[in-house]
């Protein structure tokens, strides 16, 4: 995908082979900047903290923690912690600990000089088969909004789609293209016209700082919304679908998602839109049948409700100065260089007022009208699922 013109990835090795790099998400989107994993405690932190964030690219940087563990110490016992290290990182997507599994499970019968390098290629698979899976979700997607923009009646035949989504399943919470994303993406380029109403996605603000920049960077129209606006956008006729995506789905097709997802379902059933969730074979959980009573929800920081982050300006910077407009110093708005800006984090509640941060729940599957995986759509149920996988 591009920024500012430019096509990128949202991680991969760097030269050499001895360390990652990947996008930090928490700068964006008001700096661009590329950060460097060298070993397992980089690899964890940038998970915990969200510097990678989305569930598949959540498991890609996780297989290459476990690669970079094992550059320093190919032991059996350091392959162990590691995996348990970083599959302790996020509890609720699934994709961490599937592809950890399949990384272990692939260097575990190896000698130990074998392990680092078997671990990072197996790193590799994955996430060119993501990419892969991505570009499929696009393509399926696509044809379901075809379905649905010719389906519209007369007066409103080329007229933009309109779409509505939640949090960030683009390209930046996958390798490439990204999941909801992936069939908006592929509609734009096709020439189809299309809308993206986007939710702010309170209380880490990936909508609007991530879901956004990366529409805006191609193209794609898009208006960004408060999060609770969207049942009245859908009561107006103003979304045509919504699609989001998915950190873990049951075998039975409950689907969990960033906290707020379920309200968007309800809206939608309650005004008779589509409400889609795109989704890799890795996000499934075939162990699972009840996302309600079984998914463990990450419960993070307070902090993440009662601050925000965002970017003050140079020109900011020098109002809010001590003795801004008094004539003293030299932080006058036109003085006010390019490097005096920056993010900053301010509060937003009362001192002493706690915060409660679930980061995910669950749509139960009576209210999902269709699963588009990389093998097509499914119905939101165990037999649909075991149609399109087997077993």
Avoid at 44 to 53: G, H, L, P, S, Y
């Amino acid at each position: 995908m591009n920024i500012h013109g430019t096509p990128w990835r949202t991680i991969g090795l760097e030269e050499g082979g001895e360390a990652v790099w990947v996008i930090d998400q928490t700068l964006l989107p008001h700096r661009f900047e590329t950060r460097s994993l060298r070993c397992l405690d980089d690899a964890a932190e940038a998970i915990a903290t969200m510097v990678v964030r989305g569930a598949p690219l959540i498991g890609v940087t996780g297989a290459y923690g476990l690669m970079l563990a094992l550059q320093r110490d190919p032991s059996t016992a350091s392959l162990q912690a590691a995996f348990e290290r970083l599959n302790a990182t996020r509890p609720t997507a699934v994709n961490l600990r599937w592809a950890l599994e399949r990384v272990r499970d692939r260097v575990a019968p190896l000698p130990e000089a074998e392990r680092a390098a078997a671990a990072g290629a197996e790193a590799a698979a994955i996430a060119e088969e993501d990419v892969a899976m991505c570009s499929a979700i696009g393509d399926h997607g696509l044809a379901i909004f075809r379905q649905i923009a010719a389906a519209r009646p007369a007066e409103r035949q080329g007229e933009p789609l309109r779409v509505l989504t939640h949090c960030n399943a683009g390209w930046l919470a996958t390798v490439d293209w990204g999941t909801a994303l992936a069939p908006v993406y592929k509609a734009h380029r096709a020439g189809l016209p299309l809308h993206v109403w986007v939710d702010e996605t309170r209380p880490r603000n990936q909508g609007a700082s991530l879901t956004a920049f990366e529409l805006a960077q191609e193209g794609v129209p898009h208006t960004v919304i408060v999060d609770n606006a969207g049942g009245h956008l859908m009561q107006h006729g103003q979304v045509d679908l919504v699609i989001v995506g998915t950190d873990r789905t049951t075998r039975r097709g409950d689907v969990c998602n960033k906290i707020g997802t379920y309200l968007k379902a309800l809206a939608a059933r309650d005004n008779g839109i589509p409400f889609y969730v795109a989704l890799p074979f890795s996000t499934i959980d075939w162990s699972l049948d009840d996302g309600v009573a079984e998914i463990p929800i990450e419960a993070r920081s307070e902090r993440e409700v009662t601050h925000i982050q965002g970017w003050l300006s140079p020109e900011q910077g020098a109002a809010a100065a001590p003795g801004a407009g008094d004539g003293a110093g030299s932080g006058s708005v036109g003085g006010a260089s390019e490097e005096a800006a920056r993010l900053v984090t301010v509060q937003l509640t009362p001192s002493g007022s706690s915060g409660f941060n679930p980061g995910f729940d669950v749509t139960p599957a009576r209210l999902v009208s269709g699963l588009i995986t990389e093998r097509g759509m499914a119905p939101a149920s165990e037999a649909g699922l075991r149609g399109l996988y087997g077993g």
